[in-house]
């Protein structure tokens, strides 16, 4: 496989541009082919039959794009379908859960972990299963937190109510005297800095999206395809639905600018 | 077409069991074949077209399930696809934005219209279109209100977020001095006694799913098809995904034990 081939990324949705915004920051040279499922989000609340169906579909179709590797850049599609794609693919495949919690193991001091996500990705365990495999004596502590998508597309971020659901929501997990907190969810680092007010600088806040791009690194260096030579690309990007307000959420976290609509494709497995 | 055979009922996911519980209420004789699209979910961030193929595949399911009627719960798909299904099929078919439409053109003395619905609800001015036809001189002022759905599912009703919430989207319109408001999205009617604590008495709300049992009883009387005998039955349930969620929140909404985990079956258009 060349090592100026691109890079296949792909989410439930529009959240995946975190993870985007990661790489192209960690990885400057390699082109990046997104898939959006925007027609078909969220999968947080789909069975894993067909979360796995759908990963399938979108892995086969970045594939034929001729990607050299692929990130699931979604939380419950890692969760649930990275195992099946790194069984049936040949080229390397990561997700974002597994490096998040390696991260905040090596970050915790007294092994008290939170894990906040979407309920689908809290009901899976899989943040605890790779905490548990790290370190056994890690205790985890999980809140689901379903208001949090809709409070980030409402752009209520520096806002009261936003405020009032964070404590809601993380209040219990402080009194258990967690230490550090994983943000299990592609939309959470955009809450990032709310939630380290309330969390307050005792707890180390974890953003998957930005340990997942590290690590991708060195999976494109243990295979010897990282790009390493300048390379001028344009990435491109794939969506089920609505390549417009794809469009414009992708703009407001990679800069206006970055995702040019004629840039954004619709592609539909149906 | 026989006047015991069962009436279809659809929505994106689980929100139409709110009409569903309306519609026992008012045709209590009646069986309802239910179809919610739980893998595909919301409808509301999903374009026209996509919107009219799924509301087509699942008429087609319901038709072959020999349904007399089909009542379009989700307020998306009947801003959307009523016309196109009527168009098509050659049993009669009702949604539920017209009958809340004249519900509340016949409640205001003011002429003043507040619209709360989801985004997508909201943008493809169905309430305005009907109202207008209604009566040309009434002013409609409308309202997305993303955060709604997800607070209802939390079940933080009687909530002071959800207060501040209902508060921070209806403000606005209070302002404008309406007199109704309708409450354009199937989760919204279980929140209306806090959204009435915030409106007054002298804003009726109006729930389009009561309007709409109201009028598809006359739809059935006019063609002739509306069960007048007693008719024991099991009502069915189909979803496109994760049946014990579904059993769960619809047991919620028509009382424990009236969906059995047995009549919930899965039923996929892939």
Known sequence: MASNAPIGVFDSGIGGTTVVKELIASLPNEKIIYYGDTARVPYGNKSKETIITYSRQIAKFL???????IVIACNTASAVALETLRH??????????KP?????????KNNKIGVIATRATVNSGIYEEF???TDPKIHVYKQACPL?????EEGWIDDDVTRSIIHRYLDGLLKKNIDALILGCTHYPLLAEEIGK?????VKL?????ECAREFRYVLEENDILCEEENPHENEFYVSDDPASFAGFANSIL???????DNVFIKNFD
């Open 206 to 210: 974890v953003n998957p999206a930005f």
């Open 131 to 133: 905490l548990h495999k």
């Open 198 to 202: 309330v969390t307050g600088d005792k």
């Open 100 to 108: 998040g919690a390696k991260a905040a193991a090596e970050a915790t």
């Open 255 to 261: 800069g206006e600018g970055s995702v040019k609509k």
């Open 63 to 69: 594939l034929e794009k001729e990607v050299k590797a």
């Open 148 to 152: 949090f998508v809709p409070l980030v």
């Open 88 to 97: 049936e693919l040949t080229v390397p495949v990561i997700g974002v859960v």
